[in-house]
């Protein structure tokens, strides 16, 4: 008798696999040191707890088939791509529409105080799925836009290919929130250092993984919810 058993789930011919790390945590925000600015967004360097993230991700990932590293023009991301970069031999390319969401006037380390303190606009953001109701800020038609164009970019430089993408928390719940169909912000709280995995596959966007974390010490206080 013939039999047919469920088979372990492989990316179709010619799709792209994307894992998605977010950035170590970086540095905290400080009213009297404010970021500072690369094209208006804000460019902090990666905390020390962020740098043991990184050597974490470089350690997981070492041992896997990786055909190209992207970062974004957000030193961050570099930061954190850098051990695994070392471990694999390869240099990451800059994929900068896959930066994370302008956040406008509340750039350069004001958006941490602003959550922080419960400010009404915050929560308004909050509750309409909304990054322009900061003033100044990207809308979120606009971003998505930005970063699905980003996706389509890398899929179509690498067909086939399964790609290390160090980005940005907000970036990853957007693209999660496109593969899935979900709200804007449904998956807004991706750890800092954490993994998660899209099968780009044409039009059609599949998730794999979402924030996975078993490669990060419990011990380390990781950044949490929310973007930059």
Not at 3 to 8: F, T
Not at 40 to 52: I, N
Not at 130 to 146: K, L, M, N, S, Y
């Amino acid at each position: 008798m013939p039999e047919y058993r469920q088979p372990r789930y492989a990316p179709p011919p010619g799709a792209t696999e994307l894992l998605l790390i977010r950035h170590g945590e970086s540095a905290p925000a400080r009213p009297e040191a404010p970021f500072p600015l690369v094209d208006g967004q804000g460019d902090p360097e990666l905390a020390p707890d962020g740098r043991v993230q990184a050597d974490r991700i470089g350690e997981r990932l070492a041992g896997e088939r990786i055909d190209a590293i992207y970062v974004t023009s957000l030193r961050r991301t570099a930061e954190t791509a850098a051990p695994l970069a070392r471990a694999l031999g390869l240099t990451p390319k800059t994929e900068p529409d896959l930066r994370e969401v302008h956040l406008g006037e509340w750039e350069g380390g004001i958006f941490r105080r602003k959550v922080a303190e419960g400010d009404p606009l915050a929560l308004r953001m909050r509750a309409e799925q909304r990054w322009d109701v900061i003033p100044g800020a990207e809308t979120a038609e606009a971003f998505a836009r930005r970063v699905r164009a980003g996706v389509e970019r890398l899929a179509g430089a690498h067909p086939g290919e399964r790609l290390a993408v160090f980005t940005h928390g907000g970036v990853i719940a957007q693209v999660i929130a496109h593969a899935s169909g979900s709200t804007p912000f449904a998956f807004l709280g991706a750890d800092n250092g954490s993994l998660s995995h899209v099968v780009v596959d044409g039009a059609a966007w599949h998730v794999r993984r979402f924030n996975d974390t078993a490669h990060l010490d419990q011990a380390l206080s990781t950044a949490g919810a929310l973007p930059t």
